[in-house]
């Protein structure tokens, strides 16, 4: 499994209601266990998130700017599924500077052409 060059859109989240005409999408890059990649969309104008995978964990600190203004980081922790389809889905617990509360994300690999 290598998350490098795929492609994941936010398919629900505790933390927000999520639009899925217009979800927030993950572009991840992956080498020698360091994940790095950036996101936007729904709430998220532009954001960024560095960290490492050990087999089906992947750790990240993110960091994003907020379309209603302002700005959000934090730290998740995700488990990689592969569904019966083939496609990858991240099940995510994520919480944000400031806050302990933990949220929960679930995002879907998008195929590629």
Sequence with gaps: ???????FVMMS???SAVNLESPTEFLYEEAD?????SYTGDT?????FVGTRD?????IAYAHALKAGGKAGGR???RV?????????????FSFDGDDTVHVS???EVPQP
Excluded at 1 to 7: A, E, S, T, V
Excluded at 33 to 37: A, E, H, I, K
């Design 81 to 93: 599924e592969t569904g019966d389809d083939g496609l990858l889905r991240l099940v995510e617990e």
């Design 55 to 59: 087999g089906d964990q992947v750790s």
């Design 76 to 78: 998740s922790s995700s």
């Design 33 to 37: 266990g360091v994940v790095w990649g």
């Design 13 to 15: 989240s505790t933390a």
């Design 106 to 108: 679930v995002c879907t």
């Design 44 to 48: 998220v104008t532009h954001g960024r």
């Design 1 to 7: 499994m290598n998350l490098n060059g795929r492609k």
